[in-house]
């Protein structure tokens, strides 16, 4: 057990360092950045609420979309350079075995949108947090109630994106273990994340009081194949307290994340196990 | 006898496209490899060579038939612990250098980090790669990716050693440098199975030989035994005359022998070659 989980530790460390020495994700890192910091200078001036809405609209949504892009496209490179290249049949004919293979591959990559999502956070929270100060003496002089965005709610959302990421992760892998192809891959991959995204409003779409229980059974199972990505999306309701998060939805969000996750990274492990190298 | 591997009635189809046309790579082949020699499986292109070492390793399914490696009945963990592994084209992380992909290589076959910094430094100093071991891989010419392949394949101080084309893309003095580090293996009482094109060089290297054909087996034996002809006999003659001749070929019609050929011995190119170049600058 200890030597199992070491050598996961060692396949990650040269899955997370292989993927920090790309261009791509350096690329991506600094595009989201750039993201983030732009939206200092695309002021709506009208000191209130809505400007640091629109702040962190735009760069969550990049933190979003790009976490996004690199989680499909750099898990299946990731995956598929060591097939492509041959490297995994050095390695798998060492005493290593696949679900250590895969879950290294998981970690090294979840590793680095670890760092990805906690370095935009970083940066979108020393944007808010300025633009806040201004905005406070601003509406002190006006006589208005300032708004402020809550640090406390930025973790809980670096967290939950992450933990999202984390789930694109495991699906990606899933593909790729059964996939022949990169591009396969990343196509396959992309639009699960995109059923993901959208599956709420399906499941409320088509689900009506009438149907017959087959087809409800139908879609409940469907929907519940693909998880609700959704869900993570709690930037305003976190950071800006639009809305009032309780702890135990929170709660049960991470939980559901954790539990598609593990069940993505079983069955990849499952599939990847008689796969031919 | 405990063999190091032995292979009995392995078939192994391919599934070709999505209408599952399937491709037949190895058929009914039965090997037994003996411990402590080395071992040359030769063949065309395409007869299988590669993905019956595939089998026994583990990393491709049979479709019919049964193996054991090192007494396991299959590609276990701990038989792979015993084993190295050098596939065919080898091609490693290019961003790590030499000396971290051996090292990690070397954790994966669970070498203790007690004795990690001396295997790494004993498997670079046998492959002659201690010099180039600060680069990164992606620097690497083919005769050095195929040195830093070796030094993975016996970090760990493994009984059993896969070679797959070993020397493939490497010039005649780095190959006999590799023929070299394949004897140092054997006179440490290692098993090596290596696959190769270089016939002349398998013929020096080897103890036993076994040639496939289009995924069959066709011969299979010792080199000494498959290779001589016992009833041929070869002299080779200085200071010969004419004269010198004539009264040969008449002593041994006497006896009953007859002289069917005379020619002048040559000597191969590749011994020409490796007597006028000293050697790569990688070496
Ligand atoms: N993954 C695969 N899918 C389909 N066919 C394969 C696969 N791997 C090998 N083959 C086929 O199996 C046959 C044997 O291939 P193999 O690589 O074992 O040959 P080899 O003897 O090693 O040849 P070489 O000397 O060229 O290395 C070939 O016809 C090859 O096309
Ligand atoms: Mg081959």
Known sequence: MKDSLRRTLWISRVTFLEAVRQRFFAFLLVLSAAMVLSSVSLRVFDFGHGELKFIADFGFGGMFFFGSVLAVVMTAQLFFSEIDNKTALTLLAKPLSRPEFLLGKFFGAWAVLGVFVLVLAGLQGVVLWAREQELVAAAEQAGRIPTTFSIVGLCQLVLLQWLRLGVVIAIVLAISSLARTFLFTVVVGSLAVVAGQLQWIAQDAFLRPTDSPVYTAFLWVSTRLIPNLQQFNLADALVLGSAVVEEGALISVGFSGLAYLVAYLTLGSLIFRRREI | ?283
């Open chain 2, 1 to 283: 006898m405990n063999y190091a591997i032995s292979v009995r009635h392995l078939t192994k189809d391919f599934r070709i496209g999505i209408r599952g046309l399937k491709l037949r790579a190895v058929d009914d082949l039965s090997l037994e490899i003996p411990r402590g020699q080395v071992y040359g499986l030769l063949g065309p292109n395409g007869c299988g060579k590669s993905t019956t070492l595939k089998v026994v390793l583990g990393l491709v399914s049979a479709t019919a038939g049964e193996i054991s490696i090192l007494g396991e009945p299959s590609a276990t963990s701990a038989a792979r612990r015993r084993t190295g592994f050098l596939p065919e084209a080898p091609y490693f992380h290019k961003f790590l250098t030499g000396r971290e992909l051996v090292r990690y290589c070397a954790q994966l076959s669970g070498v203790a980090a007690s004795e990690l910094d001396a295997a790494v430094e004993d498997a670079l100093g046998l492959a002659a790669m201690n010099e180039a071991a600060g680069r990164p891989i992606g620097t690497y010419s083919k005769g050095m990716l195929q040195r830093i392949g070796f030094a993975q394949a016996v970090v760990h101080d493994p009984e059993l050693i896969i070679l797959d084309e070993p020397t493939a893309g490497v010039d005649p003095v780095g190959s006999a440098s590799i023929g070299r580090m394949i004897h140092a293996m054997r006179d440490k009482g290692k098993t090596v199975v290596l696959c190769s094109h270089l016939l002349g060089q398998v013929e020096q290297v080897c103890d036993r030989v076994a040639i496939m054909d289009r995924g069959k087996l066709v011969l299979e034996g010792a080199v000494e035994d498959v290779l001589s002809r016992r009833d041929r006999h070869v002299m080779t003659i200085e200071a010969m005359t004419p004269t010198a001749r004539a009264a040969a070929e008449a002593a041994l019609e006497a006896h009953g022998a007859k002289i069917t050929s005379v020619t002048h011995p040559r000597r191969s190119l590749e011994d020409l070659f490796r007597e006028l170049v000293t050697g790569s600058r990688d070496a």
